[in-house]
C-alpha cells in the first residue's frame, strides 16, 4: 500500500504531538511524586506528633486520677 506525502506529513506531525504531550505528562507525574512524597512525610511526622500528645495526656491523667477513664475508646490517630 502506498502512502502519500500529505498521510506521512500528517503521522509525522500526530507523532510529535504525542511526543509532546507524552513530555508534559511525565513531567506533570514527576512533580505529583513528589508532592506525594512531601505529603507522606508530613503525615508521618504529624502522626508521631500526634500520637506522642496522645501518650502525654494518657499520663498526666493516670497521674492525675490514678486511672484513664476518658482515654479508654481513643486509638493512637484518631
Same mark, same amino acid.
Given at each position: 500500500?502506498? /502512502?502519500?506525502?500529505?498521510? %506521512?506529513? *500528517?503521522?509525522?506531525?500526530?507523532?510529535?504531538?504525542?511526543?509532546?504531550? %507524552?513530555?508534559?505528562?511525565?513531567?506533570?507525574?514527576?512533580? +505529583?511524586?513528589? *508532592? +506525594?512524597?512531601? %505529603?507522606?512525610?508530613?503525615?508521618?511526622?504529624?502522626?508521631?506528633? /500526634?500520637?506522642? +500528645?496522645?501518650?502525654?495526656?494518657?499520663?498526666?491523667?493516670?497521674?492525675?486520677?490514678?486511672?484513664?477513664?476518658?482515654?479508654?475508646? %481513643?486509638?493512637?490517630?484518631?
Amino acid at each position: 500500500m502506498k /502512502h502519500n506525502d500529505e498521510e %506521512i506529513k *500528517t503521522v509525522t506531525y500526530q507523532l510529535k504531538e504525542w511526543n509532546t504531550q %507524552i513530555s508534559f505528562l511525565l513531567e506533570k507525574q514527576k512533580k +505529583a511524586i513528589t *508532592t +506525594a512524597k512531601i %505529603i507522606t512525610q508530613e503525615l508521618d511526622e504529624l502522626r508521631v506528633k /500526634h500520637r506522642l +500528645a496522645s501518650q502525654q495526656l494518657r499520663k498526666w491523667e493516670v497521674d492525675k486520677t490514678g486511672y484513664y477513664y476518658m482515654w479508654e475508646n %481513643i486509638g493512637d490517630g484518631g
